[in-house]
T-cell receptor, first 113, second 112 residues
């Protein structure tokens, strides 16, 4: 199993550009989520999904879109990048039980100029 | 909204000393999880606590969940250089509520 994979590892964007961060898992997990990590602020939940076709907002959803067309993939779209979106983005997945372990991907380091 | 605070933000200890980080939630939690993140890495799940007053041990690590299920602690005995990293707690408000709220983390540095 590859676990949770994320691409790209690094990305530099100009203000106003759009892009999609990719996330995939091969563990047949129902639950997937996106977090951003900023210095001194821990991880903040952006969007999450409890299954294919179902998504919901987290703590900081503005400026981001998600979709979940398959169990395996959960892409995160930045519609019009802003410098405030400079951060490290982590995707995570876990099984359907509340006691299941949550697995994180390696992260994408995004810089918006 | 729910807030989870962690103290201290930073901790520098001599190798062999003990280390403790504390986690406090503004609301009652259904369960709490602990993660470790090495510098430049991603968070790695350590443990989950569910029951009021629960205590769990993993070798030199001891995890506690408060009686009121609003606070938790992680204690490391006799730290080693491999313990370096940031430790996060993350709380869930209710069963069936999949949203995890992470604490701000405690960065542990070991002085050899």
């Amino acid at each position: 199993n590859a676990g949770v994979t994320q691409t790209p590892k690094f990305q530099v964007l100009k203000t106003g550009q759009s892009m999609t961060l990719q996330c995939a898992q091969d563990m047949n997990h129902e639950y997937m989520s996106w977090y951003r990590q900023d210095p001194g602020m821990g991880l903040r939940l952006i969007h999450y999904s409890v299954g294919a076709g179902i998504t919901d907002q987290g703590e900081v959803p503005n400026g981001y879109n998600v979709s979940r067309s398959t169990t395996e993939d959960f892409p995160l779209r930045l519609l019009s990048a802003a410098p405030s979106q400079t951060s490290v983005y982590f995707c995570a997945s876990k099984g359907g039980s509340s006691v299941d372990t949550q697995y994180f991907g390696p992260g994408t380091r995004l810089t918006v100029l | 909204g729910q807030q989870v605070m962690q103290i201290p933000q930073y901790q520098h200890v001599q190798e062999g000393e003990d280390f403790t980080t504390y986690c406090n939630s503004s609301t009652t939690l259904s369960n709490i999880q602990w993660y470790k993140q090495r510098p430049g890495g991603h968070p790695v799940f350590l443990i989950q606590l569910v029951k009021s007053g629960e205590v769990k041990k993993q070798k030199r690590l001891t995890f506690q969940f408060g009686e009121a299920k609003k606070n938790s602690s992680l204690h490391i005995t006799a730290t080693q250089t491999t313990d370096v990293g940031t430790y996060f707690c993350a709380g869930r408000r209710g069963f069936g509520n999949e949203k995890l709220t992470f604490g701000t983390g405690t960065r542990l540095t070991i002085i050899p």
